[in-house]
C-alpha cells in the first residue's frame, strides 16, 4: 500500500486512521495492524450513524472491485490446485490497487 502514488501523495507523512464496524471480516485486523505506527484502528460500537457517509464509499468500491473480478473469473477457477488461494490473493491485491482510485470525497461527503 506504501508504494501505491495515491498514499504517497497524500498519506506518507500523515497517522491513517482505520474507522471499523463490528463485521466479521475486521476480526483479525488487530493482529495485522500490530506493528504499524502509521496507522490507528478505531472500532465502532453495533450501531454508528457516522458511518453511513461512508457506505456509498464501500459500495462504490466493492462494485467496481466485483467487476473486475468477474473478468477474472476463469484465472481463479483454472489455477492448479494448492495455488488457487495465493492466486486468488494476489488478483484481489492487482484489483484493488486497481480500483482505489474510485475513492475520493465526493463518495463520502
Known sequence: MKTHPVYQE???????????????VHNETEDLAQDRS?????RLGPYS???NPIKGCFS?????IKR???????IMFDAPYGEK???RM???KRTAERCISC??????N
Request: one cysteine or more.
Open 68 to 74: 473486475c473480478l468477474s473478468l477474472s473469473h476463469g
Open 103 to 108: 475513492i475520493d470525497l465526493r463518495l463520502v
Open 85 to 87: 488461494t495465493e492466486l
Open 10 to 24: 497524500h498519506f506518507e507523512v500523515m497517522m491513517i486512521v482505520a474507522v471499523l464496524d463490528n463485521a466479521a
Open 49 to 51: 450513524p457516522m458511518c
Open 60 to 64: 462504490v468500491s466493492k462494485a467496481r
Open 38 to 42: 502509521d496507522l490507528e484502528l478505531l
Open 90 to 92: 494476489q488478483l484481489l
